[in-house]
């Protein structure tokens, strides 16, 4: 009697392909936070407290955001522009115009973008 070795199916080849494309809890965190960011656009155009052009901005952190939650890189090279901006934007505010609270969307910007730029988060984009 031969031992037959049970030969590698199809299914777990595409299991271990899909593992590498899967979304990471941080990149999740980031999406949830750009969304975040084009509410409160949306919110400050609706009650004329920002000017109807930052529309624009909140449309490019909504696209960004969906971009890299299907793991396309160039979901992640606007994000990644999106986060630089809103922590510039941040600083700009923080030192001009002396608004304490900024420090936090500069400090949550600033760690959001350094996760971005990690090689883990690369490897897992298409």
């Known amino acids: 009697m031969t031992e037959s070795t049970?030969?590698?199916?199809?299914s777990t080849n595409i299991k271990s392909a899909n593992a590498s494309a899967s979304l990471l809890p941080g990149m999740a965190i980031v999406c949830l936070w750009m969304l975040g960011e084009c509410a409160l656009g949306l919110f400050g155009v609706i009650t004329?407290?920002?000017?109807?052009?930052a529309l624009l901005v909140s449309v490019a952190f909504a696209v960004a955001a969906n971009g890299l939650l299907k793991l396309r890189r160039w979901g992640w090279a606007l994000t990644l522009a999106a986060v630089f901006l809103s922590l510039c934007y941040g600083c700009f505010?923080?030192?001009?115009?002396?608004?304490?609270p900024m420090i936090v969307m500069v400090v949550v910007n600033l760690v959001f973008f350094l996760y971005l730029i990690r090689p883990e988060v690369l490897e897992r984009l298409k």
């Open 6 to 10: 049970p030969k590698p199916s199809t």
């Open 48 to 53: 004329h407290h920002l000017p109807p052009i």
């Open 93 to 100: 505010l923080l030192f001009r115009f002396h608004q304490g």
